[in-house]
């Protein structure tokens, strides 16, 4: 399974997402994501260090800015 | 809905911008925007921790610096 | 109007340009833009916190690396 | 050996990952690598100063804050 | 003039540049570029708050990390 | 010579290289490098400051986090 399509499996489901130049993670269910990253997250939180930081709702992130994705089991 | 179709959905409303290497976010109205995200708002504030910086007017954000997009409903 | 258009529109106009991994702003008079923002400034300034650093003069800032784009009415 | 070759002979070996943006190594088998070097992960462990700091399970890296990749023989 | 233009019109003679994630800047002969804005420089020397701290002969510096290029007159 | 060229131009010799997002150098020999700058680097040793760090032996960089390559003359 290619990485974009590992990341496509996660659509529906809760992930985890580190972003360059931002210290906390995003939580949310992952909408919709595009060929370069780009990823669309509902119910998005934002955590730091492991605290929950504030609730966001929707919000789009940038593809090139994101680091790293992954399955989030909360 | 992918997350441009997303990011388009909210043109003519204010939204909220986080850019890397800048410490505050850019709250204004969505203007326009294009494939790459680069960014056309007008009315925009600075807002750092929450609070109003400064006006900016009309401006240019480049997409590929872009983090997070998100509807404002200040 | 798209951004690209917009920055294009101030062409032979004074703008204010910040990058990225650059504390300081760069203000000139945009002589021309490529596509990828590509700038290319003349009579350029740096400004610190609102304060002149010192002149430029002639300068090319490359487009990725540009975080924000403004008209500049000093 | 072209560096893409380079990184597609290590599927199915444990390689070390430095992104930027991040101060941690990330150590996993290699499951996937596509030609923007996104990288699919598993068993991902976050390493700092060469201690273990977490896993992480399966992941996916955004290849173009990709900093380095190299066989890992720990 | 388009930016790519005016860089390549320095062609042979002496430049300015700074890159990002490196606070020194450098001076060079351009002896190329391309219309990524890799640069090749000769004789280049590395400075710091205008105070010359060494010289690095041939280096090519990867476009997409230049911020600013301009003409030097040292 | 183009930047890549003179680049490619390095293959099977030592070079230097900088990264972004990383405070030390790499010197190794440059077994191969593609149109994006991404690097095979055989022998790598790490150095901080003129010092040696620690050997790393095989590695590969990715191209758009490469900020100076050299030919290297330890």
């Keep these: 399974m290619l990485p974009n399509q590992m990341v496509k499996s996660l659509i529906g489901?809760?992930?985890r997402v580190?972003?360059?130049g931002d210290e906390s993670d995003l939580v949310g269910r992952l909408e919709s994501v595009d060929?370069?990253?780009?990823?669309?997250l509902s119910n998005a939180v934002e955590y730091r260090?492991?605290?929950k930081l504030r609730s966001l709702g929707n919000l789009v992130l940038r593809g090139n800015n994101?680091?790293?994705i992954q399955p989030y089991e909360g």
């Design 18 to 20: 580190e972003m360059k």
């Design 13 to 15: 489901k809760n992930i």
């Design 66 to 68: 994101v680091i790293l």
């Design 35 to 40: 060929d370069y990253m780009n990823i669309f």
């Design 49 to 51: 260090n492991g605290e």
